[in-house]
């Protein structure tokens, strides 16, 4: 049973780039949330998509969009780079409905912008 | 606004004595609360969780918590620390209404067992 699956696992870009980080749920998960967690902090909540739309959204500007693709996998764009933006970027899936089950996490993309 | 406080960046303890790592929350209403661990440039393990009814909570890998709703505290525990214990644990809390899915994340505890 694969677990939370996310690529590439490191990246490095310029700062004024775009990149796009993707995930694949936990096998039988229908949401994903994804998180940022910068250097020295813990995760922050970004959004979360559930049947293809965003359900809900952390305090990130616009410049943070995604999408989530019928078979439940997800991406995660972010454009205009900033060196602020170089940070661990983590994957959870979820079942919708099930709140006070754990999210399951991947292992991240590690983002670095110079 | 909800927040999550860890107030030690750091917790040393010997190999073979009990540890506690500290979690105090404010958040509106009565959350889920989580524990989780992470391992160098992995993602976040699910320890354990409290929802609702005895106030220690039993979990992964021999580690326990104990809910203190009057202090608004969820403290992580083990008997007996392990070096393999050593890692980054995150308390986080996820609010009860439907819709509110995320989770809100201490900064987290450096553990570090000296063998």
């Known amino acids: 049973d694969a677990g939370v699956t996310q690529s590439p696992t490191h990246l490095i870009k310029t700062r004024g780039q775009q990149v796009t980080l993707r995930c694949s749920p936990k096998?039988?998960?229908?949401?994903v949330s994804w998180y940022q967690q910068a250097l020295g902090q813990g995760p922050q909540f970004i959004f979360q998509?559930?049947?293809?739309?965003?359900?809900q959204r952390g305090n990130f500007p616009d410049r943070f969009s995604g999408h989530q693709f019928p078979n439940y996998s997800s991406e995660l764009n972010v454009n205009a780079l900033l060196l602020g933006d170089s940070a661990l970027y983590l994957c959870?899936?979820?079942?919708?409905?099930?709140?006070?089950?754990?999210?399951?996490f991947g292992n991240g993309t590690r983002l670095t912008v110079t | 606004a909800q927040s999550v406080a860890q107030p030690e960046d750091q917790v040393n303890v010997a190999e073979g004595n009990p540890l506690t790592v500290k979690c105090t929350y404010s958040?509106?209403?009565?959350?889920?609360l989580f524990w989780y661990v992470q391992y160098p440039n992995r993602g976040l393990q699910f320890l354990l969780k409290?929802?609702?009814?005895?106030?220690l909570v039993k979990g992964s890998y021999g580690f326990e918590a104990e809910f203190n709703k009057s202090q608004t505290s969820f403290h992580l525990k083990k008997p007996s620390a392990l070096v393999s214990d050593s890692a980054l644990y995150f308390c986080?809390?996820?609010?009860?209404?439907?819709?509110?899915?995320?989770?809100?994340f201490g900064t987290g505890t450096r553990l570090t067992v000296i063998p």
């Open positions: 986080a809390v996820r609010l009860r209404q439907t819709g509110a899915n995320n989770l809100f």
């Open positions: 958040v509106s209403g009565n959350p889920y």
């Open positions: 096998s039988g998960h229908d949401t």
């Open positions: 959870a899936s979820s079942l919708s409905g099930r709140y006070n089950s754990p999210l399951h």
């Open positions: 998509y559930y049947e293809e739309e965003e359900r």
């Open positions: 409290y929802i609702t009814g005895d106030n």
